[in-house]
């Protein structure tokens, strides 16, 4: 961790925690903290010490908050929502006695 707000002294490095994962969609967005990674799946992160919410991707977020594994499962569960959401139209629908497009999720 040797780029962007890493290398400044006056930014906490520990002690973050996570507010809020949001899914971009693509990777349009470079991380606030690194300043260097694209990301799509975005991690908002924030710390008393520090007046604004941090926009980070899922390296520099296990490290601010030393839980690597809470970062990747947060990162995972954003990912198979999308993996999900992308597949949904693919599903086998059937057409009603109406004329109507339906399918059977869970019965």
Request: proline fraction near 4%; aromatic fraction near 6%.
């Amino acid at each position: 961790m040797t780029t962007g707000k890493w290398r400044q002294p006056d930014v906490p490095h520990r002690g973050w925690t996570c507010v809020d994962v949001e899914d971009l969609g693509e990777p349009e967005t470079v991380c606030e903290m690194c300043e260097v990674q694209e990301i799509r799946f975005v991690h908002h992160m924030e710390h008393q010490d520090y007046p604004t919410t941090l926009r980070c991707g899922c390296i520099c977020a296990g490290h601010m908050e030393q839980d690597h594994a809470g970062a990747q499962e947060r990162d995972a569960a954003m990912r198979a929502r999308a993996k999900r959401k992308d597949k949904w139209l693919d599903r086998k629908w059937r057409t009603s006695t109406a004329g109507n497009a339906y399918l059977n999720d869970g019965g």
